[in-house]
């Protein structure tokens, strides 16, 4: 038996390799963007999914119309609070604003952002044409926002160097957080 590990440790090896520990495939200055990009995305995340459990909890206060509206201005909202927060970042670190490429890279990521709200907006323009109840599409676009949360800790804790109880542990403690972000979410929207 050779001490080169099992062979997942083998195979991560090779790619640590080729692009460093951190990249897991990517060149190690794109390790930072996709990283603001996931991050971006699950805030947004958060904040759709907040929204549409207020609004769901309030429904006959709420026609489809305005349903849509309040969460599209919402997640359109938190995108535009992390592109400026963005930018003010690289102002107090660069001391200059980014060039063309640092642009493209920011739009990239408010792009993904704004994204988050695709599959809930489908949801409320079928309640919006009465294809569908404000009620199920209410109930259905937090599924997706809920669904969209577990996949992208299960990604990250996939990713980590962790043995699987390890992981076991730590999907459930993003899991636990999650929950009490939602929950302080909804009061603040509520």
Do not use: C
């Amino acid at each position: 038996m050779t001490d080169g590990g099992t062979w997942a440790d083998r195979r991560r090896g090779r790619r640590r390799d080729a692009h460093g520990p951190a990249g897991r495939g990517l060149p190690p200055g794109d390790v930072e963007t996709v990283a603001k990009y996931l991050k971006e995305r699950v805030y947004a995340t958060f904040t759709g999914l907040a929204i549409v459990l207020v609004l769901a909890a309030n429904v006959e206060h709420h026609d489809a119309p305005d349903a849509l509206f309040s969460l599209v201005i919402g997640v359109v909202g938190i995108t535009l609070a992390g592109l400026v927060a963005e930018m003010i970042a690289h102002l107090a670190a660069h001391g200059a604003f980014p060039d063309e490429r640092g642009w493209h890279s920011m739009l990239r990521i408010a792009w993904g952002s704004l994204l988050t709200v695709a599959t809930p907006t489908i949801l409320l323009m079928l309640a919006v044409f009465d294809v569908m109840e404000l009620e199920t599409s209410l109930r259905v676009s937090a599924i997706v926002y809920l669904v969209t949360l577990g996949l992208s800790g299960w990604v990250a804790v996939r990713r980590a160097r962790l043995s699987v109880w390890q992981q076991l542990i730590a999907l459930a403690a993003l899991v636990l957080l999650g929950v009490l972000v939602i929950g302080v979410q909804v009061l603040a929207h509520g």
